[in-house]
């Protein structure tokens, strides 16, 4: 669904992503793994061409996205649930959605209707405007929004950052259900357990670089892994 091939992404003449390879299956969930300022959100940004790589190949679907303007990126069926959620604060949770909507290339899509029926409290909150809304709202109005743009693959940039545990919880929920109705997923996080109980396989980035790629299963098992680079121990 996705692959990154020796992706390598300056700010300036700051050199952050140092070669990245990393792919998302169809119908899976990866998970980016690592410490602040290691190059995270750096590698969603040039996913989606915010930052576009200087050297190496981004491709989704087989095709060669690297360098696309942004908004074709997205036309292509790429959704993006940013860091910090990011949400039009004037905006009613009903205005978020709509001004989202893209029609679905397939018989079935999600609508403002689906979205109610999976976010029962968006469509409690749905006359609401976004700055109205609890940070655990919010998240899921950030994927609700993405959702209604009918994409095929799903990048989550940190989406328990800032979350009590309980709602933090529900978000793990939410990224199973996604994955189970047969998104493919990149899911960009620090919370170590919330990611070993939805992703299926894991990379862990440090200095913009890939140090360590692996099943959950297997890293369970890495104490030493762990330890180096995540601060994580079952």
Known sequence: ??????????YGESYILQGITMEVKRSSVA???GRNGMGKTTTIRSIVGFTPPRRGTVRFNGTDITGLPSYQIA?????LI???RHIFPSLSVKENLTMAARTSRGNQGWSVDTVYSHFP???ERSNLRGNLLSGGEQQMLAIARALMTNPDLLLMDEPSEGLAPLIVSKIGQIISQLKESGFSILLVEQNYPMALKVADYAYIISKGMIVH???????KENEEIKVKYLCATE
Do not use: A, F
């Open 1 to 10: 669904m996705l692959e990154l091939v020796e992706v390598h992404t300056y």
């Open 31 to 33: 998970v980016l793994l």
């Open 75 to 79: 036309q292509l069926g790429i959704g």
């Open 82 to 84: 940013p860091q910090g």
């Open 121 to 123: 409290i968006l469509q």
């Open 213 to 219: 790629e692996s099943t959950i299963d297997e890293l």
